[in-house]
């Protein structure tokens, strides 16, 4: 088995803990919406930080005017959401969340993205934490009730998932992602945490 194969496994099967914020990262249409939506309701967090400025519909990109009522009728309270809107893509969102997760003193983070998506996500923010020397909990809860082989708009999802990973090669070589032996070894001092 391979550390991307071990990487995958444990990224899938994550355990989340009551953090102090959920990051909902945009993209997917409003589909990840959803999945926050569940874990504040279950009493995982009290914020939800929405990230994301791009509007691209073609990338399945919606705005925070969109996904804004969406959380509000679902029963989030206008004061517990937050909308980092600084950011255009992955590397962003996670600059500018630790900034802000880091400034508030939070500690553990609820990281939602769409399943295919996570992966890259993961990797990207770890990155940040790693880089910052950020103390951070960081929790992979993505959304997964979503279908692999429907037509979005914006691609099958199963065609998206190998897109990530030739993005995780191309943000690796940028050095924008952790390593799949660093998610690893972070994976197992998150554990001792806990």
């Known amino acids: 088995m391979t550390l991307r194969e071990k990487y995958i496994v444990f990224v899938d099967n994550d355990i989340i803990r009551k953090s102090d914020v959920i990051v909902l990262l945009e993209g997917d249409g409003l589909n990840r919406c959803a ?5 504040y309701r279950e009493e995982m967090a009290n914020k939800v930080i929405f990230s994301g400025g791009i509007t691209d519909h073609n990338y ?12 509000i009728k679902a029963g989030i309270p206008p004061e517990a959401i937050i909308h980092e809107r600084n950011s255009l893509n992955t590397r962003e969102q996670a600059v500018e969340v630790i900034k802000l997760v880091n400034n ?23 990155k940040e934490i790693l880089d910052t020397k950020s103390n951070i909990l960081l929790f992979n809860a993505p959304e997964r009730n979503l279908l692999w082989f429907e037509e979005t708009g914006w691609g099958k999802r199963f065609g998206l998932l190998n897109q990530e990973f030739l993005r995780i090669k191309k943000y690796s070589y940028l050095g924008h992602t952790a390593t799949f032996a ?4 972070y994976q197992i001092w998150k554990e001792k945490q806990i």
């Open 35 to 39: 999945r926050a939506i569940d874990l």
């Open 60 to 71: 399945g990109s919606v705005p925070f005017s969109d996904v804004y009522p969406v959380l």
């Open 104 to 126: 508030n003193g939070w500690k553990k983070l609820l990281l939602v993205a769409s399943h295919y998506h996570q992966y890259r996500a993961y990797l990207t923010f770890l």
């Open 182 to 185: 660093e998610a690893i070894k």
